[in-house]
C-alpha cells in the first residue's frame, strides 16, 4: 500500500471508512433505541421477568459469534464477511418487528445477535489494517459524525417511535441504514485478501458458547429461580466449568483457534480484556435499567426518557472524542483507563442519590459522571487491544475485546438484572403483600408505564419504591465492577503506539 498516495486515494479510504462506521452504528443503535422502548416492550408482550431475556438473547448470540466472525474474516476475506454480518443482522432485526409474542422476540433477538457479532469485529479489523494506532485518533473527526447520532439520536429515536408508531419500528429502523452501508462498503473498500485454506475451531465455538450459556443462566437464576445450593444452579455451575476448561484445552491444540492463546502472552492485551470485560456489565446494566427508573418513577414518556438518558450519552461520547485525539497527538495512554475507572466509581455513587422523590432534571444529571468513566474505559481499551496484536491476529484481537466486552455485558444484566428483580419484588411484598408483589414482578398484569398511571395511588407509589429499590441494587454491582476496572488499571504497562501500518493489508493500489 501507498501510505503517500494521492489525495484522491486518500479520500477513497476515508469514503469506505464511512460505510464501515455505518456498521458499527447498527450495533450502537440497536442498543440504545430499544432500551427506551424496553418497559413498553416488555408490558406489551410479556412482564419484567421476561426483560432481561430480551437483552440476554441478543447479548449472547453475539458473543458466541464474535471469535467466529472474526476468524472468518482472517482466513476468508473481512470485507465479505462483514457485509454477510450485516445481512444477518438485518434479517433478524426485521423478523424481531414482526414478534407476536415474548417467545418470538426474544429468538429473533437471538437472530439479530448472531449478525451483530460479525459487525464490530469487522469494522475494526478492517480499519485496524488500515490504519496504525497511532493514527487513529484522526479516525474521530469521522467517528464523531456517527457518535452523536447514536448516543444521543438513538434514545430520542426509540422513544419518539415507541410514542407516535409503534416499538416495532425501533427495529426496522436498522433496515435502511443497513442498506446504505452495504451500498458504501461494497463501492468504497478493496482489501488485499490472501485466502487461507484452514478449518474454522467449531469445537472452540461449541464450549465457548456453552459456557458462556451456562454462566449467564446461573448469574440470572441463582439466587432468585433457584437456590445456589440447588441441583439445578449446581449443574450450571460444573458445566460452565468444564466448557471453560474444554475450551482452553482445545484453543491450545487447534490449527486456527477462534481466540490465539498467543495474544493473551502479552500483558496489556490480557488486562484490556479484563478492563472491557467490567466495562461492558457496566454499561449494559446501567443503560438498560435507567429508562426503567426514568419512566416508572418519574413518569417519564419513552421519548423523554431517551432525553434524560442525554447527560450519560454525551458524557460517553465526549471522554472517547477526546481520549482518541490526545492518543492521537502523543501516544501515551496509561493514564486513561485509570482515570477512566475511578470516574465510573465515582459515577455509579453518584447515581444512588436517585430516589422517588429526586428532581428529574437532577436525575439526569447525574448520569453524566457515569458516562465519561465509560467511555474512558471503552476507548483506551480498544487501543491497548488493537496495539496488542500482530498483523494475523487483527481480526481475532477485535473480535476477543468485542466478545469480551458482550460477554460481560451479557453475565451482568443476567446477575444484576436477578438482583434488581429480587430487589423490586421484596420491596412490594413489604408494601403490598407477597401475593400481589409476586402477580406484579412477573409482570401478570402486563404492567406498562402508561397503565401504572391509573393506579390507585397506594399502589403507583409502592411501585416507584420497588423500581428505586431495583436501581440501587444495580448500581451497587456497578460500583463494586468499577472498583475492580480501577485496581486492575494500575498493572498496565505503557508501551509505545505503534506509528506504520499494518504490513499485507489495505486498499488495493488501484483504489475502489
Known sequence: MNHSGPPAGRRSIYFGVFG???????????????????????????????????VTAYLLAAAATTPIWGKLGD?????????AAILLFLAGSTLAGLSQDMGQLIAFRAV???????????????????????????????????????FVGGPLVGGFLTDQLSWRWT??????????????????????TERITARIDYAGALLLTAA????????????????WSSPQILTLGTAGVLALAGFVYVERRAVEPVIPPRLFRNRNFTLAQVLSFLVGAVMLSVTNYLPQYMQFVRGASPTASGMLLLPLMFGMLAAQLTTGHLVSRNGRYRVYPILGGAVTVTGALALLLL????ATAVASALTLVAGLGMGLLMQSTMLITMNSADARDMGAASGTVTLVRT?????????????????????????????????????????????????LPSVREAYRTAVTSGLHGILLGAAVLSVIAFAAS???????????????????????
Open 20 to 54: 464501515l462506521m455505518l456498521g458499527m452504528f447498527l450495533a450502537m443503535l440497536d442498543g440504545l433505541i430499544v432500551g427506551t422502548a424496553l418497559p413498553t416492550i416488555v408490558g406489551d408482550l410479556g412482564g419484567l421477568n421476561h426483560l432481561s431475556w430480551v
Open 75 to 83: 482466513l476468508y476475506g473481512r470485507k465479505g464477511t462483514f457485509m
Open 112 to 150: 439479530q445477535g448472531l449478525g451483530a457479532g460479525g459487525l464490530m469485529v469487522g469494522a475494526l479489523a478492517i480499519i485496524g489494517v488500515l490504519v496504525p494506532p497511532r493514527e487513529s485518533g484522526r479516525l474521530q473527526s469521522m467517528i464523531g459524525a456517527m457518535l452523536p447520532v447514536a
Open 171 to 192: 427495529f426496522y429502523v436498522n433496515v435502511p441504514i443497513g442498506a446504505v452501508a452495504l451500498l458504501i462498503i461494497g463501492m468504497g473498500i478493496r482489501l488485499r
Open 212 to 227: 458462556i450459556l451456562a454462566l449467564t443462566l446461573l448469574a440470572g437464576w441463582g439466587g432468585s429461580s433457584y437456590a
Open 355 to 358: 430516589d422517588v422523590d429526586t
Open 407 to 455: 460477554i460481560g455485558g451479557s453475565l451482568g444484566i443476567a446477575l444484576l438484572g436477578a438482583l434488581y428483580a429480587g430487589r423490586m419484588e421484596a420491596s412490594l411484598a413489604g408494601g403490598l403483600g407477597a401475593e400481589t408483589a409476586h402477580r406484579m414482578a412477573a409482570g401478570g398484569g402486563d404492567l406498562t408505564p402508561a397503565l401504572l398511571r391509573d393506579m
Open 490 to 512: 494500575w498493572l498496565l504497562r505503557e508501551i509505545p503506539l505503534r506509528t506504520g501500518a499494518l504490513v499485507g493489508a489495505g486498499l488495493e493500489e488501484d483504489g475502489p
